[in-house]
């Protein structure tokens, strides 16, 4: 069965970075879009950045310019790289993947999710 467990979330303050892990299992890794997704309190989930086999890449506007997204194919992990972050970054980041659908074209993974962690940024 699929599984997906981030790591790496924690408090740091505005401009600072962090960096996201997603370790994968049980499911063909190079077959697959692979993405994050942050949820804010109070706010619906969001996608924020995708990946797929061509290694293509896709971001929410709103963190463009700041976060890239990686995977490592040999260790299937996938990992979000954080800067200059943003009190509105705050937020449970979810590890996502569509195991079916080795390209994700203009659409972010959703069928499977990692239970999520947290990242604080403050003032």
């Known amino acids: 069965r699929v599984q997906l467990v981030e790591s790496g979330g924690v408090s740091v303050e505005t401009g600072g970075s962090l960096r996201l892990s997603c370790v994968t299992s049980g499911f063909t890794f190079d077959y697959a879009c692979l993405g994050w997704h942050r949820q804010a309190p109070g706010k619906e989930r969001e996608p924020v950045a995708s990946?797929?086999?061509?290694?293509?890449?896709m971001y929410a506007d709103s963190v463009k310019g700041r976060f890239t997204i990686s995977k490592d194919n040999a260790k299937e992990e996938v990992y979000l790289q954080m800067n200059d972050l943003e009190v509105e970054d705050s937020g449970m980041y979810y590890c996502?993947?569509?195991?079916?659908?080795?390209?994700?074209?203009?659409?972010?993974?959703?069928?499977?999710w990692g239970h999520g962690i947290q990242v604080t940024v403050s003032s």
């Open positions: 996502a993947v569509d195991t079916e659908r080795p390209f994700c074209g203009d659409v972010f993974p959703k069928d499977d």
């Open positions: 990946t797929d086999r061509d290694d293509d890449r």
